[in-house]
């Protein structure tokens, strides 16, 4: 191919280019593999080309930076590859670089998953995993397996399997890890199992869409009913967040008692920002002793609003600004790292400085400051009080804007670096050839997720901002694709038309269909799961994130987008791990 293209540049420039220092130059951009350039200008073309191809949307859904694979695909087929240590280098970079972003960014969040709330979903999830392994190797023995063959070649076959299996459910990071577990067990011959991959990919997406509707029309499920009942239990059970009263105290019991008293009688937590006593506003703390007719300024947890009014007395409205006192209200970004991982209670912020932290703003959501929840650097406190003490909380938590804009590459690096050590750590179990290792994939990611989770015990501050997160993780994806669509370019044409590229797509679309339906209709049958709910699981179970968008579109709710979340850290973690166990465990020749 490189030869075909040098003559037509020649052609096109005439004869004399040969002799021409630039043109020479030119020819080598496009053909030396050795080039740095050509290697940079591949790279380049490939991810602009596949970027700006997945921003195409058919009835709303797109494949996204996924189409720099099709695109990597289609440059190897056509001869444009580089080195293979360079080619293996840069995949390597991109995986690491995407699985720890990944780690970092569900990692505050993956335990909390597996809390009460989200047992049975997750429960749920693991039942869809289970069922696509199940699938993925009967398909295996039904199709593949053949006891005339050498174990190499059945070990090659289900390996190409595991490829499909990724591709089914539409998770990129499992296919790192299988690929890198591949280079573990087979070497320099493993296979390509990026074109099983690419083969199942497409009706992996619409295959969990079709199960949607086919859940749907057997469940006979009424979308309406379906959103008024979201809608009735949002209104029977709100959501904690922060609502802000002022109360008359009008019960004569409260009189003499504390604040931290009062909490104790209740049974809830409130914080009491303000207090009106005989005429005069002060800055109350957990002592302040309450009399008849104080004002009371509360912020509380919308839950516990209607029991603390009942108890303490009924709403008045008073205009706290135009008091005796010039009281500040602001809002304090956290960006000293000392901050990080400290209860808002150890803080003591009402006694020692003379403020209350009313609310936290923390992602997006609005949380009440309870006393046993943790700082983050990144968290926004609303802290009111007077403005010398609230100017004197800012300097303490930081409140630099510029500090969070400047990356922290220390935790990024210092968590790459063992997440390698860890990876690399040769694990032996019985009745396995070859010692286990999480790999480049595996260690990195579990690394990421216990930084995100506990690094502020290590006075590691993990915080990135969401958009850098999002570039540096779609950065290594799109070398991740490429690399792997290139060197999987130059067989991809003979796995389709002449080896089992058409049973791929089938065997693929059997792996996401049967356990999407299966464990739907179990949800919805077993378990009453609301529909929206319902599909953001299965979109979540199955990493799809293009039918996650196509239930948005016709949803009122965020309740889709709600089940995505809650099993999406657990099954990302899961789907990365068991595609590279399944390569080391049965796989290992």
């Avoid at 080309?49 to 695909?73: D, E, M, N």
């Avoid at 049975?120 to 289970?130: D, E, F, T, Y």
């Avoid at 706290?320 to 912020?349: C, Y």
Wanted: proline share 4%; net charge neutral; with cysteine.
């Amino acid at each position: 191919m490189n030869l075909v293209f040098r003559s037509l540049i020649c052609t096109f420039a005439g004869e004399k280019c040969k002799e021409l220092v630039f043109m020479d130059w030119l020819l080598s951009l496009f053909t030396s593999t050795d080039s740095v350039a050509h290697i940079l200008f591949l790279y380049a073309a490939v991810i602009s080309v596949g970027i700006g191809l997945g921003r195409l949307k058919l009835r709303g859904i797109s494949l996204g930076v996924t189409f720099v694979l099709f695109v990597g695909i289609v440059a190897g087929h056509f001869g444009f590859t580089g080195t293979m240590s360079v080619l293996n280098f840069v995949q390597d970079l991109g995986l690491i670089l995407f699985v720890y972003c990944i780690g970092l960014q569900v990692g505050p969040g993956f335990f909390e998953s597996l809390k009460a709330g989200g047992i049975r979903m997750n429960l749920l999830a693991i039942g869809v995993i289970v069922l696509n392994i199940i699938c993925c190797i009967a398909l295996f023995y039904i199709v593949f397996y053949d006891g005339g063959m050498s174990t190499k070649d059945n070990s090659t076959n289900l390996a190409m399997m595991v490829g499909v299996l990724c591709g089914a459910v539409t998770n990129t990071p499992g296919l790192g890890a299988a690929t890198e577990a591949c280079s573990q067990v087979f070497g320099n011959g493993a296979p390509a199992i990026a074109s099983g991959y690419a083969c199942a990919y497409p009706l992996g997406v619409l295959g969990v869409m079709l199960a949607m509707l086919i859940i749907r029309y057997l469940c006979r499920i009424s979308l309406r009913r379906e959103q008024e009942q979201i809608e009735h239990e949002q209104a029977a059970n709100p959501h904690a967040v922060p609502h802000r009263m002022t109360l008359k105290v009008v019960n004569p019991s409260l009189s003499g008692k504390t604040i931290l008293q009062i909490r104790q009688f209740l049974g809830r937590d409130f914080v009491c920002s303000r207090i009106l006593q005989s005429g005069h506003v002060s800055i109350p703390n957990r002592d302040t002793v309450i009399h008849p007719d104080d004002k009371l300024y509360i912020t509380c947890a919308e839950d516990d609003a209607e029991a603390i009014g009942a108890f303490i007395g009924p709403e008045e409205h008073v205009e706290w600004n135009e008091q005796d006192v010039p009281f500040a209200s602001k809002e304090i970004l956290v960006t000293q790292p000392r901050m990080n991982g400290k209860t808002f209670g150890s803080l003591h912020f009402s006694s020692v400085y003379g403020v209350n932290v009313t609310r936290i703003r923390r992602g997006g959501l609005n949380l009440f400051a309870d006393r046993q929840l943790r700082m983050q650097v990144g968290d926004k406190l609303v802290v009111v009080g007077p403005e010398d003490a609230v100017d004197r909380v800012a300097a303490m938590m930081g409140n630099s804007v510029k500090s969070l804009d400047i990356p922290n590459l220390a935790a990024i690096f210092v968590g790459i670096l063992v997440g390698i050590v860890f990876g690399a750590l040769p694990i032996a179990l019985p009745g396995v050839p070859t010692p286990v290792r999480l790999g480049l994939a595996g260690g990195p990611l579990i690394v990421a997720i216990l930084v995100g989770r506990f690094g502020y015990k290590a006075h590691l501050v993990a915080y990135t901002t969401t958009s850098a997160n999002l570039m540096l993780r779609e950065v290594g994806l799109a070398l991740f694709l490429a690399s792997v669509g290139i060197k999987a370019g130059a067989t991809f044409a003979e796995t389709i038309l002449t080896d089992n590229g058409l049973t791929y797509v089938w065997c693929g679309f059997l792996i996401t269909f049967i356990p999407v339906l299966v464990m739907g209709l179990v949800a919805r049958l077993r378990y009453r799961l609301n529909y929206f709910t319902l599909v953001g699981l299965l979109a979540g179970s199955t990493t799809n994130a293009p039918s996650l968008a196509f239930v948005n579109q016709s949803a009122d709710n965020d309740a889709a987008s709600v089940g995505y979340s809650t099993v999406y850290p657990l099954t990302m973690f899961l789907r990365i791990l068991t595609a590279q166990l399944i390569i080391l465990f049965l796989c290992a020749v």
